[in-house]
């Protein structure tokens, strides 16, 4: 038998290359300017770096925002709406906003209203089949770990509680607040 060839560690990157890495990312992923700086760290923690000078991590991202390939608000909204729709809380979207590099003004903006919040709980209690999409009212340990569930999906406790204690096939009321800012 003979042994297997070993594979040439991959060359270091120059600024080209680097760039060449960013373009293909965009292109492929919906990213904000605080994912592709991280990407393009991650490349050269594990390449390195033969330019001259520092890597042109934050020049190559700027290049990307102002050619339009790069942008943090329709990120955001587009995040923001996908998380919505597998029934996450407020709470867990502004935190992965946050950790995708959005900032604050962005992030608000993008965050979901109440009405939006509680049609987030009603499809995680749907899909989790909690509450009104139960078989069965669920005993105090069983109910403690959906309102768990909840919390962990970003919703905050009053809504995880008016979920939960609900019983099979009986929705639970909207909140007054909610059905004043439906009409606003």
């Not at 700027?62 to 587009?78: F, I, P, Q, T």
């Not at 109910?143 to 970003?154: C, D, H, S, Y």
């Amino acid at each position: 038998m003979r042994p297997r060839p070993q594979k040439s560690p991959p060359k270091p990157l120059v600024e080209a290359t680097l760039e060449a890495l960013a373009i293909s990312y965009v292109g492929r992923f919906a990213t904000s300017r605080g994912r592709l700086a991280a990407y393009l760290a991650r490349k050269l923690r594990e390449r390195g770096w033969d330019g001259a000078g520092q890597p042109p991590v934050e020049r190559i991202t700027e290049k990307l925002v102002g050619l339009g390939y790069v942008d943090d608000r329709a990120y955001a909204e587009m995040k923001s709406g996908a998380m919505q729709r597998r029934g996450l809380g407020q709470r867990r979207i502004a935190q992965t906003l946050r950790h995708d590099g959005i900032d604050e003004d962005l992030s608000e903006k993008a965050a979901p209203n109440a009405a939006e919040r509680w049609d987030a709980a009603e499809r995680l209690a749907r899909r989790k089949r909690i509450g009104p999409f139960a078989t069965a009212l669920a005993h105090r340990a069983l109910r403690e770990k959906q309102i768990a569930t909840f919390l962990r999906a970003g919703h905050d406790l009053q809504t995880a509680r008016r979920w939960t204690e609900s019983a099979p096939g009986e929705l639970p009321e909207r909140p007054e607040t909610i059905a004043a800012e439906d009409w606003e």
